[in-house]
Nanobody, 125 residues
Framework: VQLQASGGGLVQPGGSLRLSCAAS????????MGWFRQAPGKEREFVAA????????GYADSVKGRFTISKDMAANTMWLQMNSLNPEDTAVYYC???????????????????WGQGTLVTVSS
């Protein structure tokens, strides 16, 4: 599976951005897709995940109520709508994929097999 993340940029505090992750290479029918982020000097952390075939969605506590993960199965694309952004959201955002991932493990970056190249989100005035 090849993943291509895009949509990052510079946004003011309180603003919004929508990230996309385009997948190619194989069917995603039994995959879990996730978003992670890594700020300078910090470890990579879980943001959100979605089961490709089904309605399961999961979020980190830090983004609940502000971020929304969604998918377009026909286009093999995953989205991350980010609202009410604050400077603590500044990071490189990565999309990731794993076939057959147990839902209870979605927040573990080591469980994902495929990664996109990352897209930088900077929240600053």
């Amino acid at each position: 599976v090849q993943l291509q993340a895009s949509g990052g940029g510079l946004v003011q505090p309180g603003g919004s951005l929508r990230l996309s992750c385009a997948a190619s290479g194989r069917s995603l029918s039994n995959y879990v897709m996730g978003w992670f982020r890594q700020a300078p000097g910090k470890e990579r952390e879980f943001v959100a995940a979605i089961r490709w075939s089904g309605g399961n969605r999961g979020y980190a506590d830090s983004v609940k109520g502000r971020f929304t993960i969604s998918k377009d199965m026909a286009a093999n694309t995953m989205w991350l709508q980010m609202n009410s952004l604050n400077p603590e959201d500044t990071a490189v955002y990565y999309c990731a994929a794993r076939a057959g991932l147990i839902w209870g493990l979605i927040s573990r970056s080591t469980e994902y097999d495929y990664w996109g190249q990352g897209t930088l989100v900077t929240v600053s005035s």
